[in-house]
């Protein structure tokens, strides 16, 4: 319903605006098209909605509003809700998110929606809303980040007896366990989980009834509000309150290692999936093909992957950016927070959907990972053995080092240098590389935690899995 004597005076018009009081002319069209954010912010309205209801609680406490104005203020709001859930917001040329409910409320309620923005400004609204958001978004973001966590650990499980070579500076290092590369990228998962637990704890700081810079003139109950909007502790400065974004930049910079770690998971599984490698093997349904190129299967999963990683980063210094010269309290520029913060969530959240849907349903070809296994990676293992004979690692990596380069040079495998040509560099080689054993031999000796033999590999599946089990909604 509607109220008031005329389209022109009437609050619930659209021309509805939560100041202007004291200007003789409206704001022009530039300055709207500028200033207007109502197509970022629109998504923020169930948030809006159940602060707006939490604060009309506080107001009938602090005794501004009878129970019969609460009531009537928390069932139109209500159904404000169930309006913009139907689409009402669409097509709105509203200012905000804000100024869009309110003038929503009007039309259910009539005159009494006026006395909601009581002892409140979009100050502290807005940022509520925001932190309000950013509790699901965290939430979502979690449950996302274990389930990847979940499909690498079970991936790890069913490779524990694969071997491949490992890799430093993109070059064969030492033989390793396909299970032990796999738990190299679960690890980081369990950080960013960390990360975003951390960060939950300190976006729970409650801004509402800071005012616009100098708290409420109105005696609001804020442990009640604490309370009932589900945060941990109260703001303990209004000025800062309004003004502070840290918890954006906190959130945005989780999202950056989330995506970095995507990115260095994707590296690799493009690599391996090359030709030139081809120790996975992508499933269709999560590789893409070529306009020209008939026989290709190209893992754009993951090489866009890596490109959102760069656009995260750009966010979080651009967040960075926005802040580094405000003076404290609210300025419009915080209005850009949402852009960058909406767009770096939505980005990582159907990126880790992706990402894990082509990990689970990938394939390693364990006959490829054996065959790029080579004799060179075992001349640790042969320095190793020199060390226990008593000889320092220094040398021995000197003398082993002089075995690999005549291998190189007759263009044989470590045990097929001829004999005499291995005494000559040392007189305990020969019997070393008679002993070395086989690849497995070789993994089964990183016996510190943490490394890959096979007992290691499996005490960390172990240790992992449990960290990526979601625990049920309370």
Not at 64 to 78: A, P
Not at 155 to 172: E, F, W
Not at 282 to 295: A, K, M, V, Y
Not at 451 to 466: D, K
Request: net charge negative; glycine share 10%.
């Amino acid at each position: 319903m509607t109220h008031g004597s005329s389209e022109e005076s009437s609050p619930a018009s659209a021309a509805h605006q939560l100041w202007g009081g004291r200007f003789a002319k409206p704001p022009s069209a530039a300055l709207k098209a500028l200033n207007n954010s109502l197509a970022v912010d629109l998504r923020l309205w169930p948030q809006d909605i159940r602060g707006s209801q939490a604060w009309v609680s506080a107001l009938r406490a602090a005794g501004v509003l009878s129970d019969e104005e609460h009531h009537e203020l928390c069932g139109g709001l209500d159904r404000v809700g169930e309006r913009l859930a139907g689409g009402a917001g669409a097509g709105a040329t509203d200012e905000d998110v804000h100024t869009l409910v309110e003038r929503l409320l009007y039309e259910e309620v009539g005159e009494v929606a006026g006395k909601l923005h009581t002892g409140r400004s979009r100050n502290d609204q807005v940022a509520t809303d925001l932190r309000l958001w950013c509790f699901e978004a965290i939430d979502a973001l979690d449950d996302h980040v274990a389930a990847l966590g979940a499909v690498l650990v079970s991936k790890a499980r069913a490779g524990v007896d694969m071997l491949l070579p490992g890799y430093t500076h993109s070059q064969r290092a030492q033989p390793v366990r396909w299970a032990f590369v796999l738990l190299a990228h679960a690890w980081p998962l369990v950080r960013d989980r960390e990360r975003l637990a951390e960060v939950r704890r300190r976006v729970a700081e409650l801004p509402l009834g800071s005012g616009a810079l100098a708290g409420s003139g109105i005696d609001i109950d804020r442990e009640l509000l604490r309370k009932s909007l589900g945060f941990r502790t109260i703001s303990g400065n209004a000025l800062d309150a309004t003004g502070d974004r840290d918890f954006v930049v906190e959130v945005l910079f989780a999202v950056a290692m989330i995506s970095v770690h995507l990115s260095r998971l994707s590296g690799e599984l493009v690599m391996y999936n090359s030709s030139e490698y081809g120790f996975i093997r992508l499933s269709d349904d999560f590789s893409t093909g070529s306009s020209l190129l008939p026989q290709k299967r190209n893992p754009d999963v993951f090489e866009l992957a890596r490109a959102k990683a760069a656009r995260s980063a750009a966010q979080l210094a651009g967040m960075l950016g926005i802040l580094h010269g405000l003076p404290a309290g609210y300025s419009k520029d915080l209005q850009e927070d949402k852009p960058l913060l909406f767009e770096a969530v939505d980005a990582a959240t159907v990126t880790l959907s992706a990402v894990c849907g082509a990990v689970e349903s990938m394939e390693p070809v364990p006959e490829r990972m054996q065959a790029a296994l080579s004799e060179t990676l075992l001349a640790t293992d042969v320095a190793d053995a020199l060390v226990k004979r008593g000889i320092p690692f220094r040398e021995a990596h000197g003398l082993v080092g002089r075995l690999v380069r005549a291998a190189e040079e007759t263009g044989v495998a470590l045990r097929s240098v001829p004999g005499p040509e291995v005494a000559a560099i040392h007189e305990s080689l020969p019997d070393i590389l008679a002993g070395l054993g086989s690849f497995e031999d070789s993994v089964e000796r990183r016996v510190s935690a943490g490394g890959t033999s096979r007992a290691s590999v499996v005490a960390q599946i172990e240790g992992l899995a449990p960290r990526f089990t979601v625990p049920p909604a309370a």
